[in-house]
């Protein structure tokens, strides 16, 4: 069955040093989102990403935060200056059609720690 | 602000009984909704989902209902077995073209032996 993957598992890294989360959505897909969860917390959305482009964003998604298709397979989220509270998990999610009823797929996340 | 949320924290009960968790949703605008079932240390995964022209959708061992009236969705989860302990999230879609999902709160379902 296809999955969402996701590297690394978890990364460590000093706060105001960049990060870059890496996501394999499913092959077919079309549609790309990130959100996060704070330990213990709900789960957030943080973009959407169709034809190259953001589609949608969340209000937690600021000029810090950036995501990029570079190639066919890889969808990346680039945190340029981590903050504290950028702690979370990160999960990359794909689906198969344009804004309709389709079930998004979630990757099994990055456990990001920001010390 | 919008947002959807989930009545209780925790709810346990025992092996083969019937599960029940639910949900309350403000945005009256939302017009899909989704329950994912999330174990420790896994991303969430999809359980059922439901359009917000039903009201009822039934899968294994599984039926969502909507009551778009009092803004009201409930997860039933029949004969719970082991393997339903997670926590389930339900998250609703807004409407008008939006595509990032609304998680409520999460409930932690723990089964009895």
């Known amino acids: 069955e296809p999955e969402v993957t996701q590297t690394p598992s978890h990364q460590v890294t000093q706060m105001g040093q960049e990060v870059i989360l890496r996501c394999v959505p499913i092959?077919?897909?079309?549609?790309f989102y990130w959100y996060r969860q704070i330990l213990g917390q709900k789960v957030e959305f943080l973009v959407s990403?169709?034809?190259?482009?953001?589609?949608?964003k969340s209000e937690i998604f600021d000029d810090q935060f950036s995501v990029e298709r570079p190639d066919g397979s890889n969808f990346t989220l680039k945190i340029r200056s981590t903050k504290l509270e950028d702690s979370a998990m990160y999960f990359c999610?794909?689906?198969?059609?344009?804004?309709?009823?389709?079930?998004?797929?979630f990757g099994p996340g990055t456990r990001l720690t920001v010390l | 602000g919008e947002s959807v949320g989930l009545h209780l924290p925790t709810l346990s009960v025992q092996e083969g009984d019937n599960s029940i968790i639910n949900c309350a949703y403000s945005?009256?605008?939302?017009?899909?909704f989704i329950w994912y079932k999330q174990e420790s240390g896994k991303g969430p995964q999809f359980i059922i989902d439901?359009?917000?022209?039903?009201d009822k959708r039934q899968g294994q061992r599984v039926t969502v209902l909507l009551n778009k009236t009092v803004k009201h969705l409930s997860l039933q989860i029949a004969a719970t077995q082991p393997g339903d302990s997670a926590v389930y999230f339900c998250?609703?879609?807004?409407?008008?073209?939006?595509?990032?999902?609304?998680f409520g709160k999460g409930t932690h379902l723990i089964i009895q032996p």
């Open positions: 999610a794909s689906s198969a059609a344009i804004a309709s009823y389709n079930e998004q797929f």
């Open positions: 092959s077919n897909h079309l549609y």
């Open positions: 990403f169709y034809n190259n482009e953001i589609s949608e």
């Open positions: 945005n009256s605008a939302s017009d899909y």
């Open positions: 439901i359009r917000s022209n039903m």
């Open positions: 998250a609703e879609r807004g409407g008008g073209g939006a595509d990032g999902l609304t």
